[in-house]
C-alpha cells in the first residue's frame, strides 16, 4: 500500500511529496515512522550542507544489505550499487585535485597519494565526523554488532553518498561536497605516515616482476614488554634490502619497506 498525498503533512515541503508512490516496508507504513525518517532526512541534508531533491535516493544511499532481509527487499535496493558509483566520483574528484595540487609529482607519486587519501580508514573517519553511522538503515542485529561504528560500513555509506548527491544534484555539487567533507585535510594526511601502505606497494613491486613475497625479518627486538623496539628488515628472493625500526612490528615493515622502496627506485 502506498503513501498518498495526505499522509504527510505540508509543513514538509512540496520537494518531501515525492515519496508519496513509495512502495513502504511495513515497518514504516505507520505515518508516524515516516515522519520520522522525513525529520532524520532533512537533518542529514543540514548536517552535510546539501540540498536533498529527491529522498528516495538518499533513502537507498543509507540502506545496509542487512536491512533488506527485515522488509523482504532485493539486493538491488541496498546502497551497494550507489558506493560503487560514489567511489568512481570520489576517484575523479581526488585524482583532478591531487593533479592540479601537484604539478611536478610523477604518476607513481599522485597514485600513492590518492591511495592515502581514500582508504577505507580515512573514508571511515570522515564518515564519523560527518555522523553518517546514526542515518544508516540496518537491522537491529547489526545495529546490536556495532555496525554503525564499523570502518567497512562508514566508509562503504559515505562513498554511496556522493553517488547520492551526484544522482540527485549532479557532478558540480559532488565535487563541492568532496573537497569540503572529504579533501579537507590533506596536507595533513599527507604528512603522516601511518596512513602510507608502504608495504602494499612493496609487494606490487615485486610481484609485477615476478620476485616473489617480501619477506620481513626480526634482527632485533629490545626494550620491556611496554616499550620495546623492533629492527626489522626485508629480503626479496634472499637479497637483503631496508631496514626499520619502529614500537611494533608493524610499524618497523612499514619503514623497513619505505626504505626498500626508496633503495629500488634510487
Not at 536491512?67 to 570520489?90: H, K, P, Q, T
Not at 585535510?185 to 603522516?192: E, P, T
Amino acid at each position: 500500500m502506498g503513501l498518498d498525498s495526505r499522509s504527510v503533512s505540508p509543513g514538509f515541503g512540496g520537494r518531501w511529496r515525492v515519496i508519496r508512490h513509495w512502495r513502504w516496508p511495513s515497518k514504516l507504513r505507520n505515518v508516524k515512522n515516516r515522519r520520522e525518517l522525513i525529520v532524520q532526512l532533512k537533518t542529514l541534508e543540514q548536517d552535510l550542507g546539501i540540498r536533498i531533491h529527491d529522498p528516495r535516493i538518499f533513502v537507498q544511499a543509507l540502506k545496509h544489505r542487512s536491512y533488506l532481509s527485515v522488509f523482504n527487499e532485493s539486493r538491488m535496493a541496498s546502497y551497494e550499487r550507489m558506493e560503487f558509483l560514489g567511489d568512481l566520483v570520489l576517484s575523479l574528484v581526488t585524482g583532478d585535485y591531487l593533479y592540479t595540487k601537484f604539478t611536478v609529482q610523477e604518476e607513481g607519486d599522485l597514485t600513492k597519494n590518492k591511495s592515502a587519501l581514500v582508504n577505507k580508514k580515512i573514508l571511515a573517519s570522515k564518515a564519523e565526523a560527518l555522523r553518517l553511522g546514526g542515518f544508516i538503515l540496518m537491522s537491529e542485529g547489526e545495529e546490536r554488532s556495532g555496525g554503525r561504528q564499523r570502518a567497512s560500513i562508514l566508509s562503504d555509506v559515505l562513498e554511496s553518498i556522493i553517488g547520492a548527491i551526484y544522482l540527485d544534484s549532479g557532478f558540480h555539487e559532488a565535487r563541492r561536497f568532496i573537497l569540503r567533507s572529504v579533501l579537507n585535510n590533506v596536507d595533513g594526511i599527507l604528512s603522516d605516515e601511518q596512513h602510507f601502505n608502504y608495504k602494499g606497494e612493496l609487494l606490487e613491486w615485486a610481484q609485477a616482476r615476478d620476485l616473489g613475497m617480501p619477506v620481513y625479518t626480526v634482527l632485533q627486538e629490545v626494550g620491556p614488554e611496554h616499550n620495546k623496539e623492533f629492527t626489522i628488515q626485508v629480503s626479496i628472493r634472499q637479497q637483503l634490502y631496508g631496514i626499520g625500526k619502529g614500537p611494533s612490528k608493524k610499524e618497523a615493515e612499514q619503514l623497513a619497506a619505505k626504505s626498500t622502496l626508496k633503495e629500488i627506485k634510487n
